[in-house]
Structure formats: C-alpha cells, structure tokens
C-alpha cells in the first residue's frame, strides 16, 4: 500500500484509524476479511457511492489482499461473498475504481462481473505523478428493498 499506487493513501492508517473505518462500514454496508492461520490477509468492503440520498442505492466496493497472498484467488473469493451481502442490503449496483496501470485488478474485476465504464485521467497523485483510475460497475439486484 505504502509502496505502490493501488491505493491512493500517502500514509498508511494506524489500526485505530483501521478500526473507525471498519465501524463505519459496518453501520450501512458490509465488511469481509479473509484469515489464514489466524492472520488477516485480505479484506473486501462496501461503502458510500456518493452523499446525496439520489445515491442511496449503489455502493462502491474494495478489495485488498496482502502482496504474500495475491494470486491465490483471494480477491476473487472476498468479492463473491460480498456481492450478494450488499444486494441484500438493498443495493442496486456496485462501483469499483481501479489505479491504473494495474492489469491484474482489471482483470479480477472483469472477471467477477464488472464492466468498464470509464477513466477518470490524472485524478490522483502519488509518488510525484498522476495515476488514472478505471470505473467499473456490476449489477446486483434489479430493485431496491425499500424506497
């Protein structure tokens, strides 16, 4: 995270911050870690789209797993099962951004159902250089629980 453009944190949070994070999650969508021999190693999370209530039900989704475990279908795992957590909540649709360049997201992403939707060009900066991010976006149910 620290070393590399995949997130556009500049300083790694502290596990207090961590935790406000996930208790935020918590309170309206969902959030999915992954363990091996008792160590996290990944997690998935659904957070707030946009702040205007229009939004209310589309959910923009994370996935992260640490670089020792990549390629082991992780990512792939902690997104399947968070799918169908967010569509039970009420939500329509599901919106990823991904800091390019970064083949192996855009790929995990098409992979679990996301299509592209376009780039937002030179909308972070890290390491003293612009980063693009690709939008993608993937169904979840056709209507929401309550309106």
């Known amino acids: 995270?620290?070393?590399?453009?995949?997130?556009?944190?500049?300083?790694?949070?502290?596990?207090?911050?961590?935790?406000?994070?996930i208790r935020k999650?918590?309170?309206?969508?969902?959030?999915?870690?992954?363990?091996?021999?008792?160590?996290c190693?990944?997690?998935?999370?659904?957070?707030?789209?946009?702040?205007?209530p229009a939004y209310r039900f589309a959910v923009e989704t994370t996935v992260y797993v640490h670089e020792e475990y990549q390629r082991?279908?992780?990512?792939?795992?902690?997104?399947?099962?968070?799918?169908?957590?967010?569509?039970e909540k009420g939500f329509c649709n599901a919106f990823a951004?991904?800091?390019?360049?970064?083949d192996a997201s855009v790929a995990l992403h098409r992979g679990v159902g996301f299509e592209p939707i376009g780039t937002f060009r030179k909308v972070g900066r890290k390491f003293g250089r612009w980063h693009d991010v690709a939008w993608f976006q993937r169904h979840l149910r056709d209507a929401p629980i309550d309106d």
């Open 1 to 21: 995270m620290a070393r590399t453009a995949i997130s556009f944190e500049l300083v790694p949070p502290s596990v207090e911050e961590f935790a406000r994070r």
């Open 25 to 39: 999650v918590l309170d309206g969508w969902a959030w999915l870690v992954k363990e091996v021999d008792g160590r």
């Open 41 to 52: 190693v990944g997690y998935a999370y659904g957070s707030v789209h946009r702040e205007r």
């Open 72 to 87: 082991r279908g992780i990512a792939r795992e902690l997104y399947i099962s968070l799918f169908p957590v967010l569509a």
């Open 97 to 102: 951004g991904v800091a390019l360049p970064n």
